[in-house]
C-alpha cells in the first residue's frame, strides 16, 4: 500500500483531505486492514533546524487535528517503519535525545493508551461485534507500554 503524503499546504490549513480515501471507508473494513496505514509528512525545515518533526507545532497541530477526527487512526497505523510512534509523538509530550532516542513522558502516554484502548476497545465491539484486544496490546506493545493482566478484565 502506497504511503500517504501530507505535505505543507495541508499542514498549514488542518486539511485533512489526505486521510480521506481512509475515513471514507465504512469502519469495520478499515479495523479488518490491521495496521497498514503510513503516513509521511513533507514539512519544510531548514537544515541547521536541530528539531525532529514531532516537535514542530505545525505537524502536531495537523496530527492533533486527525487524532480528534479519527480516533481510529493509531489503530490503523503501520508500526515497522514508525507511522505510530511518530503519530504518538505528535500528540503526547516527549523528548528527544540524540543518543537515547524518543522517550515519552510515562504518565501522558499512561493516560493517552489507556484512553484510547478504552475507546477503541468500544469502537470495535461496537462496529465488529467483537473486540480487538490482541490487536489493541500489540498497539500498546509497540509504544513500549505493557498491559496489566487484568487490564482487559476490568473492562469486561
Known amino acids: 500500500m502506497e504511503p500517504v503524503q501530507i505535505n505543507a499546504d495541508a499542514i498549514r490549513r488542518l486539511d485533512l483531505t489526505p486521510l480521506q480515501p481512509w475515513s471514507s471507508q465504512p469502519l469495520p473494513s478499515l479495523l479488518e486492514q490491521g495496521p497498514a496505514l503510513e503516513l509521511q509528512f513533507d514539512w519544510p525545515r531548514d537544515p541547521s533546524d536541530p528539531r525532529e518533526l514531532a516537535e514542530c507545532p505545525e505537524p502536531r497541530l495537523w496530527a492533533l487535528r486527525a487524532d480528534a477526527r479519527f480516533p481510529w487512526l493509531p489503530l490503523l497505523l503501520e508500526r515497522d517503519q514508525g507511522s505510530l510512534i511518530r503519530h504518538v509523538a505528535m500528540v503526547v509530550p516527549h ?27 468500544d469502537l470495535c465491539t461496537a462496529t465488529l461485534g467483537r473486540p480487538q484486544r490482541g490487536n489493541l496490546s500489540q498497539m500498546a506493545a509497540s509504544l513500549g507500554y505493557e498491559l496489566d493482566a487484568g487490564f482487559w478484565t476490568l473492562l469486561s
Open 95 to 121: 523528548s528527544f535525545n540524540r543518543s537515547e532516542g524518543l522517550r515519552f513522558e510515562p504518565q501522558a502516554l499512561e493516560l493517552w493508551i489507556t484512553h484510547r484502548l478504552m475507546q477503541l476497545d
